[in-house]
């Protein structure tokens, strides 16, 4: 299966701890977009990376996260010091083309990572 | 106002029902994707689409640019078919998908 891999599947974390989730993008893709789905919520855009660059990472809070697609190996998104309010499913997806003005092209998913604070 | 407006929130049909779900915006776009999110979490595009109508299977998307809205249509449902659907649009002045909250569908043997 060469989709999106996601690991880990699940993560418990305490308050305080770090969290790194990993994204392997569907090989060939460079540009990967992470997204997360709070409890009972629905999805929210986080960040787009391509190879190397952050394109767009408005969706991500300030404090205590970033995200980084480095030239080899997976995109890893990393929550510092997290709390219970990061308890979610982050998911990750990527494209071969970038999105964006009258650019758009299918996405394909992972099946996310649930993170959980006690 | 949410972006991205979704109804119904919730379905449920009887095995073999044609199903509809809509999904309307008040952002301009450059592509519009359906996603369906089974139990166990993991996402799936079903399509993306600017204009027109696409097919797959017993799957039929549909959209209208200039009332900003969009179908989804579903024949001879089947309860493997139970999922939530979700519509989610990319707006031409940026590079965000900004997603709807979701129908979750349900069908019955």
């Known amino acids: 299966n060469a989709g999106v891999m996601q690991n880990p599947r699940h993560l418990v974390r305490r308050r305080g701890q770090e969290a790194r989730l990993r994204c392997s993008p569907v090989k060939g893709h460079s540009h990967v977009y992470w997204y997360r789905q709070l409890p009972e919520e629905g999805l929210k855009f986080m960040v787009y990376?391509?190879?190397?660059?952050?394109?767009?990472e408005s969706g991500m809070p300030k404090e205590r996260f970033s995200a980084e697609f480095p030239k080899e190996g997976p995109s890893i998104l990393r929550i510092q010091q997290v709390v219970r309010g990061d308890s979610a499913a982050y998911f990750c997806?990527?494209?071969?083309f970038g999105q964006g003005g009258l650019q758009s092209s299918p996405l394909h998913f992972g099946n996310g990572t649930r993170l959980t604070v006690t | 106002k949410n972006e991205v407006e979704q109804s119904p929130q919730n379905l449920t049909a009887q095995e073999g029902e044609f199903i509809t779900i809509n999904c309307s915006y008040s952002?301009?776009?450059?592509?519009l994707h359906w996603l369906q999110q089974h139990p166990g979490g993991g996402i799936v595009s079903l399509f993306m689409?600017?204009?027109g109508k696409k097919k797959h299977g017993r799957l039929i998307a549909t959209i209208n640019i200039q009332e900003k809205h969009s179908s989804l249509h579903i024949t001879a449902s089947h309860p493997r078919d139970s999922a939530v659907y979700i519509c989610?649009?990319?707006?031409?002045?940026?590079?965000?998908?900004?997603f709807g909250e979701g129908t979750q569908l349900t069908v019955n043997p």
């Open positions: 989610a649009v990319m707006e031409t002045s940026g590079s965000r998908l900004t």
């Open positions: 997806a990527s494209s071969p």
């Open positions: 990376l391509q190879k190397e660059n952050i394109i767009d």
């Open positions: 689409l600017s204009s």
């Open positions: 952002v301009g776009i450059s592509a």
